[in-house]
């Protein structure tokens, strides 16, 4: 599966858009690009996942660039229950490595008053 | 449902000591895995199970066992704890068949070896 790089952290003031971006330079044509969050020690939430089009929720927006390269997520009015870390993980479409999601750092968001 | 439900939620062992962390889905996935996370690290697979009678080990795999005896259930055995499994543990079950999809996780065990 494809690497990713993301910020260690980032912070937005609450009411304000996070984005939080993704580099998968190197992911292929079978590869989904997903978003969990883990808040606290809690375990990891689903966000949202795309291929190439842009999608969206009720959590949030995903963003991924025209070469598949990079993607955005969107968290588009930040509340304080929003402060997590969030991973950015690539996963194959079938094949043997199916569902063996490899989590990076990922970015902490920390959302202020 | 219930979705993922792990236990215990916290155990203190002693080196040497041996034990099972249960999970167990109500959603019927086919897939379950286990991850290990340490403190100010992301998680990383233990193993996993593609369905009832199947496992694989995943990035991590010393020192514990698992089994998959039927489609609920995925317990976690460590025969002889070491301080270096001190851990929170958590269990992740997926529904469908190939392909990638949503992993739904449990609340985590958080295992202490003195």
């Known amino acids: 599966d494809a690497k990713t790089t993301q910020p260690p952290s980032m912070d937005c003031a609450e009411g304000r858009a996070a984005n939080l971006p993704c580099n998968h330079s190197?992911?292929?044509?079978?590869?989904?690009v997903y978003w969990y969050r883990q808040i606290h020690s809690q375990g990891p939430q689903y966000i949202i996942h795309g291929l190439k089009n842009n999608e969206t929720n009720e959590m949030a927006s995903l963003i991924i660039t025209e070469d598949r390269k990079s993607s955005t997520l969107i968290l588009p009015h930040a509340t304080l229950r929003d402060t997590a870390v969030y991973y950015c993980i690539v996963v194959r479409v079938g094949g043997t490595s199916y569902g063996k999601l490899t989590f990076g750092q990922g970015t902490i968001l920390t959302v202020h008053p | 449902n219930a979705g993922v439900t792990q236990t215990p939620k916290f155990q203190v062992l002693k080196t040497g000591q041996s034990m099972t962390l249960q999970c167990a889905q109500d959603m019927n996935h086919e897939y379950m895995s286990w991850y290990r996370q340490d403190p100010g690290m992301g998680l990383r697979l233990i193993h996993y199970?593609?369905?009832?009678?199947?496992?694989d080990q995943g990035e991590v795999p010393n020192g514990y066992n698992v089994s998959r005896s039927t489609t609920e259930d995925f317990p976690l055995r460590l025969l002889s704890a070491a301080p270096s499994q001190t851990s929170v543990y958590f269990c992740?079950?997926?529904?469908?068949?190939?392909?990638?999809?949503?992993?739904?996780f449990g609340e985590g065990s958080r295992l202490t070896v003195l």
């Open positions: 199970s593609v369905g009832a009678g199947i496992t």
């Open positions: 190197t992911i292929s044509g079978n590869e989904y």
């Open positions: 992740a079950s997926r529904g469908g068949g190939r392909g990638a999809g949503e992993l739904f």
